[in-house]
């Protein structure tokens, strides 16, 4: 048995996101730390690697989420899910400080979550 089926759908479908954005954030930001004395072209490589992951995640992710929710409201959960993943990897991992932004920024998305969903 898959270990994700021991899941409802919605479950299983913001666990492969959230997990999906970890790889997603490290592709995108990772390499400023990481890589930050290689050429961009080394950067990019090493991004893409690690962007495959994120889309062995993200694509069932879409699928399996697709059967309950419709595509705005999948979209709205990445990006919910991306702010929640990218704060604390810039603070934790890349040491750049709290910023308040984050905050609006997050009422802004509860906001988007609200009208997406107040139809379901």
């Known amino acids: 048995m898959n270990f994700f ?5 919605p479950a299983q479908t913001v666990l492969l996101l959230v997990l999906s954005n970890v790889f997603m954030t490290f592709a995108w930001y990772g390499h ?3 890589l930050a004395s290689s ?3 080394v950067a990019a490589l090493a991004s893409w690697g690690i962007a495959l992951f994120e889309y062995l995640l993200q694509v069932p992710a879409n699928r399996i ?3 309950v929710f419709n ?3 999948l979209k709205i959960m990445q990006e919910v899910i991306t702010l929640s993943v990218f704060v604390p990897f810039s603070m934790f991992y ?12 997050g009422l802004c998305m509860a906001a988007a979550v609200f009208f997406m969903f107040r139809g379901a």
């Open 32 to 34: 400023l730390k990481s």
């Open 71 to 73: 595509v705005g409201q």
């Open 39 to 41: 050429p961009w072209h």
């Open 65 to 67: 989420g697709h059967t």
């Open 5 to 9: 089926h021991a899941f409802p759908v």
């Open 94 to 105: 890349l040491g750049e400080p709290f910023r308040w932004d984050y905050v609006w920024a």
